[in-house]
Each structure stands twice: as structure tokens, then as C-alpha cells.
């Protein structure tokens, strides 16, 4: 029988367990920047505010184009639901008010031609996002159409002139409101929290669609207070501008566009190397 009494086991030294790849989206911004914000978007509005009143104009324009449509078309059914999915596609409208304020701070010259034709550094990345934004707002007309015949049946719209007072008068109306509310406030939180940091950043560096969109959805939720009110603060804005038929798109809009960049830059966090030489012009 072998002696192994001497026998030196030598056991392969413990490693130090390998630190996980941990990316800390909180910013630790207050609430109050919100209105911080809002302030640049202003300043950048002030700054040749031709090109961005011209912005606004179009987009009342082709506003007030879809509004009528869908009253001559007999599709009157679908305008709020069509209003509230303004709010979805609205940061991809925004791209050149995103452009102007760019390149005011970088201090690049600012041409109607420089935000009508945006060099988007991802590419056709930002296609993908578009046509994301656009399914939402369909899904949600649909859902819209839905939830108004779970309470009401299968019946023809009656018109906005009657249906006013029976979703403020009616117990079902009540019902209608705050379940279509809920609903599409889903939409509108989804639609929101992936795209009012992604479109920015697909404009701004070369990264994929799905990468911004994550990064954007991480951002917003794990900085909540600071988003809700930056969120609180578009809708009462858009709400304004629905009270003055659409009129006040013309200046609100571009104000929160060029507001949403300041938004972005804030909350963008260090670039790294790559990102800020592509970001000037530089080959990434």
C-alpha cells in the first residue's frame, strides 16, 4: 500500500471573482431641472427664431391637413385617439429642432436646409424607429375604436357634438373616459420612455435602434420624478395647444423640441472617445 502521508496536494489558487459590467443610468437629476429644460428650448427658439417659427408653422399646417381629413373622411370617431397619437410620433418630427439646437451649442452654422435634411449618424436606424412609433399610434387608434364599442356597442359615432356630453354626463361616459385614459396612457409611457432619448441619440452617435431605445427606457426609469414632470410638462403644453386649435403648435413645438436636445444632453451621461469624434464629424 503507497505511503501518501508526504504527498503535497497543491490546490490551484482562488481567482478574485470578475466585477460584473454594471452601467449606472441614474443622473440624480432634480425635478426642477425639468424647467431647466424647458428654459434652453426657449433660448434656442430666441436664437434665429425664423427657422424654428417655420418648423412650427409646417407642422400646424400638416396638423391641421390630418384634422380635416379625418372630419371629411367621416372618421371622426378616431380624433382624439389621432390627437393623443400626436404625442407618440412627435419626438421623430422633431428631428430638425433636435438638429438646430445641436448645432447651436457646437457652434455650426444654422440653415432651414440643416434641419429640413438632418445627417442622422446611425443611418437607417432611425427608419426602424419611425415605423415602431407609427404601429403605436394605429394599435392605439384601434384600441380607441375597441374600448368605445365595449361600452357603447356596435353603433355608428354620433358625432363629437353628441358624444361630448355623454362621456361627462353618463355613467358609461365616465367608464369610457377613465378606461381609454388608462389605456392610453399605457401607450403613451411605452411610447415615451423609449423614444424621448433615442431619437436624440440615433441623430447624435452611431448606435443601433434597439440600443438607443434600451438605453432610453433605462434612463427614463430610473430617473422617474425628473421625467414625469418633463412628461407632465409636454401634455399640458399639448393640451394648450388643442384649446387653441392646434394654433399654439406654432411656438410650443419647437420649443419642446429644441427643450427635448437639452433633455438629452443632460441625461447622455460621458461620451466616450468614438462617440464624440463621430459626434464632430470625425471618422468613428
Known amino acids: 500500500m503507497a505511503n501518501t502521508g508526504n504527498t ?52 400646424f399646417a400638416v396638423s391641421l391637413v390630418v384634422v380635416f381629413s379625418i372630419f371629411n373622411l367621416g372618421y371622426d370617431y378616431i380624433l382624439f385617439p389621432a390627437l393623443s397619437g400626436f404625442l407618440v410620433i412627435a419626438p421623430l418630427a422633431a428631428t430638425g429642432l433636435y438638429e438646430k439646437s445641436r448645432r447651436l451649442a457646437t457652434g455650426e452654422p444654422v440653415t432651414l436646409t440643416s434641419m429640413l435634411f438632418v445627417r442622422i449618424r446611425s443611418g437607417g436606424q432611425i427608419i426602424f424607429v419611425g415605423l415602431l412609433l407609427s404601429l403605436l399610434m394605429v394599435l392605439w387608434n ?71 431605445m434600451g438605453q432610453s427606457m433605462a434612463l427614463v426609469w430610473n430617473n422617474l420624478p425628473v421625467m414625469l414632470t418633463w412628461a407632465a410638462i409636454i401634455v399640458c403644453l399639448f393640451g394648450l395647444c388643442v384649446l387653441t386649435g392646434l394654433l399654439g403648435l406654432i411656438v410650443a ?32
Request: aromatic share 10%.
Open 142 to 212: 384601434r384600441a380607441a375604436i375597441l374600448i368605445y364599442a365595449l361600452f357603447f356597442g356596435l353603433r355608428p359615432f354620433a358625432g363629437l357634438d353628441t358624444i361630448v356630453p355623454v362621456l361627462l354626463h353618463t355613467p358609461s361616459g365616465w367608464a369610457l373616459l377613465i378606461v381609454g385614459s388608462l389605456v392610453g396612457g399605457l401607450f403613451a409611457a411605452f411610447s415615451f420612455s423609449i423614444s424621448v432619448f433615442a431619437v436624440p441619440r440615433l441623430l447624435d452617435e452611431r448606435t443601433d435602434a434597439l440600443t438607443a
Open 8 to 59: 503535497d496536494v497543491r490546490l490551484p489558487p482562488v481567482l478574485p471573482p470578475i466585477p460584473a459590467t454594471r452601467t449606472d443610468w441614474s443622473r440624480d437629476v432634480p425635478p426642477a431641472a425639468a424647467l431647466g429644460w424647458l428654459s434652453a428650448g426657449w433660448r434656442d427658439f430666441v436664437r434665429q427664431p425664423g427657422l424654428s417659427l417655420l418648423y412650427g408653422v409646417a407642422t
Open 253 to 284: 413645438f419647437p420649443v419642446l423640441g429644441h427643450a427635448t436636445w437639452h433633455a438629452y444632453s443632460a441625461m447622455r451621461g460621458p461620451r466616450t472617445e468614438a462617440a464624440a469624434g463621430e459626434a464632430a464629424g470625425a471618422p468613428a
